[in-house]
Nanobody
Framework: QVQLVESGGGLVQAGDSLRLSCAVS????????MAWFRQGPSLERTLVAAISRSGIPTNYADSVRGRFTISRDNAKNTVSLQMYSLRPDDTAVYYC????????????WGQGTQVTVSS
């Protein structure tokens, strides 16, 4: 059974940086496309960034492009989200998600990690 475990969330000030990590176990990590989603006060879960199986970033939300960077380490079975210049509206629960080869949606989810940015 594939498990995704996020870490690295916390309380920071506006303008600070934070790095989220997601450790994946129980499956073949290289076969998973990965992404970060977030769910803020509106409770809508939205895509933040996505990365291909080979490590090429494939999508960034307009609101984070140029401030956030997604990366993965297939040797360590991890995917990361480096966040710079954090703003209060980045406050959300951040989820790591995995998409199996041949599937059209993200079916694998972590439990989420809270990021709170104070002004």
């Amino acid at each position: 059974q594939v498990q995704l475990v996020e870490s690295g969330g916390g309380l920071v000030q506006a303008g600070d940086s934070l790095r989220l990590s997601c450790a994946v176990s129980g499956g073949t990590f290289e076969r998973l496309a990965m992404a970060w989603f977030r769910q803020g006060p509106s409770l809508e879960r939205t895509l933040v960034a996505a990365i291909s199986r080979s490590g090429i970033p494939t999508n960034y939300a307009d609101s984070v492009r140029g401030r956030f960077t997604i990366s993965r380490d297939n040797a360590k079975n991890t995917v990361s989200l480096q966040m710079y210049s954090l703003r209060p509206d980045d406050t959300a629960v951040y989820y790591c998600a995995g998409q199996r080869l041949g599937r059209s949606s993200y079916e694998l989810w972590g439990q989420g990690t809270q990021v709170t940015v104070s002004s």
